[in-house]
């Protein structure tokens, strides 16, 4: 089975409400597993600030399925959920991003593994780093904490709660 990180993020309605759901749905997928959750962090928004606080989460998951299968699990969750196509970075009931899949590199027009900047983004990085800080990134080749602790992004991640 293959080490996955996903990225979920919310800023619209009950985004704890969705980030649970999520969860619950990544949970369903085939041949998967749930490993850990991390806390939930609200941060600010990432790449155009005319929108609303967003609430993130990391989940670690093993898996057998591959990762162009795994993306569309992921699209077909997102859907499920409520999630309209949306511009790049705008608001969104939930948003699902596969970080990391095992220390695979790979580039394409709809994925791209690792997720692009993820070094420049605390949002994903803090709650990361809560759960595995010793992953090495296969492309940086650094641990999540030193990617982290010499992270540029100016926008914090603050602590909301525990995922229960």
């Known amino acids: 089975m293959i080490k996955v990180f996903l990225g979920l993020g919310s800023n619209i309605g009950d985004r704890k409400k969705y980030l649970h ?34 609430l993130n989460a990391v989940v670690e998951i093993k898996t057998e399925v591959n990762f162009s299968g795994l993306l569309k699990e992921i699209k ?62 296969p492309v940086l080749s650094k641990k999540i904490s030193e990617i982290l602790k010499n992270s540029k992004d100016k926008l914090k991640a603050r602590f909301h709660s525990e995922f229960e």
Do not use: C
């Not at 999520?22 to 490993?35: D, F, L, N, P």
């Not at 941060?43 to 609303?52: H, I, L, M, R, V």
């Not at 999630?83 to 095992?102: A, E, H, N, Q, V």
């Open 21 to 54: 759901e999520a969860v619950e749905e990544i949970k369903k997928i085939r041949s998967t597993e749930m490993q850990k959750i991390s806390s939930i962090y609200e941060t600010e928004p990432w790449g155009f600030s005319e929108q609303d606080e967003y």
């Open 76 to 137: 077909e969750i997102e859907k499920r959920l409520g999630r309209d196509k949306t511009d790049k970075w705008k608001s969104r009931k939930i948003d699902i991003d596969i970080l990391f899949y095992g220390d695979t590199i790979h580039a394409e027009e709809n994925l791209q593994i690792p997720h692009k900047h993820i070094e420049d983004r605390n949002f994903v990085l803090v709650p990361l780093n809560e759960i595995e800080p010793d992953f090495i990134h």
